[in-house]
């Protein structure tokens, strides 16, 4: 998967069919999954299965109720985890929190106290094994979060909506980027290509378990071993030459005017070696020829 991958986030009001985003380019879908306590999302696993079935990466999100309350945000995380696991979304995607402006969330708090019940909700979705991301508006990340906080526990996990325009957006204008750090995903617009569907597009890899061809196999040819040759050493053909081990103690002896395979050369007690047969025998090198 390409960094820069367009992705729409779908909810009630969106289709149940997502091969018309798939059409258009899309290759990741955000399910609205749970609001607050109650609310389950009736499109959800209908959304869920299309996605599958345009073989299309799929996460999903919570919106949010809990304002600053942090006892209420691990009581929501609960409820957003457990209608996870029945939508079979994989621990491999991220679940996402949208906390914003609407149905009673109330952020006018301060950062400070807003953060921690952030937090506290992200912990409940990571510590059950999902990763974890924070959705709002640019204005109120900058005004009302402290998002250097979140980014150092969980990394680049920000999903930040700010449009250049109203209206049908078709492509992200950079030029109109909401600049701050640990941006994940910007949402760019809420008509992606005409189709009334919210429009995303990432910069960090989301999926990191595409199926990757494997490399071809390798297989090694059979070594063919050198010959070396045990010269008469010093005019005395009855001269034999004593072996060592690889850590250098000495063994057998072999005779002089013979050859034999070398299957490894190794330094052992400052002398190059050859390893002769198929045992862990070495003789000297200074008293053999490599003939082959």
């Known amino acids: 998967m390409a960094t820069r991958d367009f992705a729409v986030d779908v909810a009630v009001y969106n289709s149940t069919d997502m091969s018309a985003y798939k059409r258009a380019g899309a290759h990741q879908v955000i399910v609205k999954a749970t609001e607050g306590l109650g609310y389950i999302n009736p499109k959800a696993s209908a959304q869920v299965k299309s996605a599958h079935n345009n073989h299309m990466y799929l996460h999903a999100y919570h919106f949010a109720t809990f304002g600053n309350n942090v006892g209420r945000a691990k009581a929501e995380a609960k409820f957003f985890v457990s209608r996870a696991k029945k939508l079979n979304i994989s621990k491999k995607r991220y679940l996402w929190l949208d906390w914003e402006t609407g149905d009673g969330n109330v952020v006018i708090n301060s950062a400070y106290s807003n953060t921690k019940a952030i937090m506290a909700f992200m912990k409940v979705c990571h510590n059950a ?3 974890v991301g ?4 640019a204005s109120i990340f900058r005004q009302y979060v402290d998002t250097a906080k979140i980014i150092k526990k969980y990394g680049t996990c920000l999903w930040v909506a700010s449009y250049a325009t109203m ?3 078709d492509k992200p204008d950079f030029n109109y980027f909401p600049s701050m750090n ?5 949402q760019f617009t809420d008509n992606w290509c005409g189709l009334s569907v919210d429009g995303n597009i990432t910069l960090k890899e989301l999926i990191t378990d595409a199926v990757k061809v494997p490399a071809k196999k390798v297989v090694a040819k059979p070594k063919t071993p050198s ?3 045990v010269p008469i050493l010093y005019g005395n053909p009855n001269y034999k030459v004593r072996l060592l081990d690889s850590e250098g103690h000495y063994q057998k002896y072999i005779a002089t005017n013979t050859r034999w395979e070398v299957w490894g050369v190794k330094i052992i007690k400052g002398m190059k070696c050859y390893r002769i047969g198929t045992n862990e025998q070495w003789v000297p090198a200074k008293f053999t020829k490599i003939i082959k």
């Open 167 to 169: 209206g049908r957006i």
């Open 182 to 186: 640990g941006v994940a995903i910007w």
């Open 227 to 229: 010959i070396c040759y």
């Open 129 to 131: 094994g999902y990763k």
């Open 134 to 137: 924070l959705y709002s508006s």
